[in-house]
């Protein structure tokens, strides 16, 4: 099976720190997509982003940032400025195929 | 407003009965899936359909079975013969049967074995 690994299983920090989510894949296709979902208190998963494998680039979303290299396999999630709102589980996800595959998650504490 | 809709948010079941978890969406999608959600080891796919009347096991399939016989339906069922099912469930959806463009999720069932 070709697995994500998150092995950050949880990670806390203070308001207003930055914080980096780290996130490496398995993959023996030429084309596949890369995932990063929210999951609050609540349940639902939440999309934040999707990257295809022929884009590098990097981006950036507000607070959020992505940086993702294939020569490492890595697909890494930043947080700026952290608040207590961004608390929550976070999935990375591999699609390939017709499936995605999920990492275990990594759970952000946010503390005031 | 579109989306998945799951059902009941908590289900207690007792031993050796068959429970109904729903799963319903309005997005006019393709492709639905099961997902399982224990502490630790985030979603594994349990079943998915990418047409009607068609599904596929998933990496878990063991104890559970659904039905597809309508676009916006896809109800999976938790049988005796699943000897763990307390978990998370989630429901989610997909334009077409690839990966490509990831999933909307629904608010998922929590199940207990009482």
């Known amino acids: 099976a070709q697995k994500v690994t998150q092995a950050q299983t949880e990670i806390s920090v203070v308001e207003k720190e930055d914080v980096t989510l780290d996130c490496v894949y398995e993959t023996r296709d030429t084309t596949y997509y890369l995932f990063w979902y929210k999951q609050p208190p609540s349940g639902e998963l939440v999309f934040l982003i999707r990257r295809n494998s022929f884009d590098e680039q990097n981006e950036i979303s507000g607070r959020y940032s992505w940086n993702f290299q294939k020569s490492t396999s890595s697909f890494n999630f930043t947080i700026t400025a952290s608040q207590v709102v961004d608390s929550a589980v976070y999935f990375c996800?591999?699609?390939?195929?017709?499936?995605?595959?999920f990492g275990t998650g990594t759970q952000l504490k946010v503390e005031l | 407003d579109g989306g998945i809709t799951q059902s009941p948010k908590y289900l207690f079941r007792k031993e050796g009965q068959n429970v109904t978890l729903s799963c319903e969406q309005n997005?006019?999608?393709?492709?639905m899936y099961w997902y399982r959600q224990d502490p630790g080891q985030g979603l594994r796919l349990i079943y998915y359909?990418?047409?009607?009347?068609?599904?596929q096991k998933g990496d878990i399939a063991e104890g559970y079975s659904v039905s597809r016989e309508k676009k916006e339906s896809f109800p999976l069922t938790v049988t005796s013969a699943q000897k763990n099912p307390t978990a998370f469930y989630l429901c989610?959806?997909?334009?077409?049967?690839?990966?490509?463009?990831?999933?909307?999720f629904g608010s998922g069932t929590r199940l207990t074995v009482v």
């Open positions: 997005l006019n999608h393709d492709a």
């Open positions: 996800a591999r699609g390939g195929g017709n499936k995605l595959t």
């Open positions: 989610a959806s997909s334009p077409t049967g690839t990966a490509q463009g990831g999933y909307t």
């Open positions: 359909s990418q047409i009607v009347n068609d599904f």
